[in-house]
């Protein structure tokens, strides 16, 4: 019996991992499964980013997970915009028609501002940014995602 | 808060303005205006419609903000009339009454009658008053009650920013140790020379702004057009029109547009061009224009011109640029060069809404709609536009011989310059690129042209804009200084980096140059043997949003000197135009301020445009891109007018009065050019000078190509005729040596473009002009 309880705490987490495999929305599961551990879309439009995880997407607020590859592949719908994130040395553009992306794997958690550039149409508003960079664990950020695929 | 953010919080100067302003009806002339202000219905009206501009003038300059009165008197009886009536329109007011009556320009230009003129807070006419008739007087109390209500407030930094006043300061500071002669200025004529030009702009430099070449603006051309000896200008226009300015002397202009037929109105200008395409010895005249096609117009030897583009092989429909004339084969006909710059607009065209600001109708005129993403055009080959090489055919008929020759030029180009660079007598031709490497073409005998750019310029500016050829330091060879705006839009920066070199923010996938580029203008100092160094910060010739360049020697001490004009407009800051001196061929010294060309008089900014908050514009995303929410815009009226710093695009250096010395005109975006007159010829009455004027024969009758060296006492001079007066200018007139101390000229030597040498030995005597045929 207890031999039975042992073997089912051991695979519980296995099976939970497997169940959660299997809801997961196939392209989102693609996502997360290329060559780099997670790709992200990042569309800018009306001097906005929109960043989207296979079916789940966030305005302006970009959640990734600590210590994962990540590519972000931008795209544009309207201006050239830069992907800025001072604090992480992070710049590149985003040109409509074009493919340009950004590979990089966070280190440590915290949240960063992404910075409006000059070159999506204008920047008149002092002060005025693009939204959030999240760096959270593991762990969050799939809850996080799990939620925002909702 | 940085000092950019700082301007633009300050950009937004709300008033309510009136709704009559956009009405045909509204915009009375000067006489029915006279006539309305004592009619009993108009007693009732709510707001004054705009009638125009107030010229700027120093004694007013610090009125902005607020509602003034100027008035005109013409006799010692108005002038008791006005005294009597100034205590009841002042009564419990802060207002100022100001009497103009010696400014006559001005005075013809808004009063004629002689009457009180009510001026706003935007420096605007908005009515004229009969100082005798009681009713008058009373109409004007109410619509300075109107005019008091609608200003909330105009921040002074617009006008008057207190980064200019330090910068002055510290340039004053340097005046001591300037070597070059410096003890004279100049000074904004406009009023005076009768020149009521006013370039305007399409939405897409105001309330539809967008990151688009739309804000390159516009040129000026010069040549004396009918053969007077006076040098008459053309003004390019965006919106309604261009204008052609005929030189009637003494500093006075007229408007001879519609006379001379070379009126365009129907297109977005760029550029103009003058140079004789026929050889029967009067200027003609090439305009470029943006899709709608670039017009020739031949001169007909009076003063006027004739539309002949059809059939001449030049109405190019593109997105065109500046156009060079040169004679690349010397077969004595100008060939023309012409920079297509790339597709920056769509196909898709919009209405022109931008006029109403000046409380004119709207005009009906359309634009071409921008690409959002415009300024990255180099990153889309199928947005590239060749640029043409056109051979004269003779009979005024041209050839695209681009392919033929080799120059297949997809760079995006905004102008040229034709210049010898390999000694080899013939004409090569230097195209700078706005968005990537500038390129060079070897003229190979007038039989092909070969690509030499990395060979010859490993490195050039990567957003290269305008372009000079001339001989800095009068070693005998011809320098290029290369002015680069566009590694100035990477990052805003405040007013003590100007001088420096751009700290590129832009990424390497969006540059694609691989190394290649200067980030910032550039001087190229010929050695004399073929090889080209980048001395631009040793010169002192870095600066900031810089358009292009205009050279010549303004203190006519024998080194040529430049005007760069330098700005950006809405939303951003105000650019200095530089004036740099040549400090005897050792470096540029900035004297803009010394020479009084800095600050502007009036000050730096204009009502740029006017939003309908609740009507056309509701939603606008210029409205949310200023940083205005549903909490600010609740508190500002229902129209608002936002402030635009000015800004010149493109400029010429001639003498426009006669005086021997050499006066500025600029084309400014959305306002009136500036006639910058020079007062060297009275602060240095000794000083020493000759305008030679050539006439080819065997070459090309503009003569451009021809080189002329001067030898007077010891200074030697040489200079290339090559037309090129500034950005998007290209210019026919008599080349001017300044000769210092010099009174005497020893040699003259031409070297016309078909290879003839002639010498003309001196004594010859200065402050003349000389003309110089070619012979046979």
Known sequence: ?150 | MTLTSRFLCLWLVPIGLLSSCNKNEDEPDTESSVSTVVIEEDMDRVHPPVLEFMPMLKETSLLTGVPWVASFISSPQEKTLVEAIRGQITAGRDLQVVELTNELDVRQAVSPEGLLVLVDAYQRVRGRYDSKSPRAINALMTDLSALEAEVLNVPPDVRDPEWMKERAKAQLATADSIQAFHDFSFSDRREASGIRFMHKIVDESGKRFKGVHYDHGSGVAVADIDGDEQLDIYFVNQVGGNELWRNVGDGKFENITERAGVFVSDRVGVSASFADIDNDGDPDLYVTALRKGNVLFENLGDGRFRNITAGSGLGYKGHSSGAVFFDYDRDGFLDVFLANVGQYTKAETTKVTMESIRGEAETGETYHVGFADAFGGHLKPEREEMSRLYRNLGGKKFEDVSVALGLEDNGWTGDAAPVDIDSDGWTDLYLPSMQGDDEVYLNKGGKKFERAGRELFPKTPWGSMGIKAFDFENDGDLDLYITDMHSDMSEHIGPEREKEKADMKWTSSFLKTDGTSVYGNAFFRNDGAGSFEEVSDSLGAENYWPWGLSADDLNADGFDDAFVTSSMNFPLRYGVNSLLINDGGERFRDAEFILGVEPRVGGLAVPWFELDLIGADKGAPVIEAMGLDEVALGKLPERVVVWGAMGSRSSVIFDLDDDGDLDIVTNEMNHHPMVLVSDLSEKKPDFSYLKVKLVGTKSNRSALGAVVRVVAGDMKLMKVKDGQTGYLSHSDFPLYFGLGSAKQIDRLEVTWPSGTVQVVDGPSAANQLLTVTEPE
Request: glycine share 8%; net charge positive; hydrophobic share 45%.
């Open chain 1, 1 to 150: 019996m207890k031999r039975n309880r042992f073997t089912i705490l051991l695979l519980l987490p296995m099976v939970v991992a497997v169940v959660l495999w299997a809801v997961l929305p196939r392209h989102r599961r693609a996502a997360m499964s290329s060559g780099d551990d997670l790709v992200v879309e990042a569309r800018g439009y009306g001097r906005a980013w929109q960043f989207s995880y296979g079916d789940a997407r966030s305005d302006g607020r970009l959640v990734l997970p600590v210590g994962l590859n990540v590519e972000l592949r931008l795209r544009s719908d309207d201006f050239i915009y830069v992907f800025s994130c001072p604090d992480l040395g992070l710049k590149e553009i985003a040109v409509p028609d074009l493919k340009f992306s950004v590979g990089f794997k966070a280190e440590q958690v915290g949240t960063h501002t992404l910075a409006m550039d000059p070159m999506c149409g204008f920047q008149l508003a002092p002060g005025k940014t693009m939204g959030t960079l999240e760096i959270v664990s593991q762990s969050q950020f799939r809850r996080w995602l799990l939620n925002a695929s909702k």
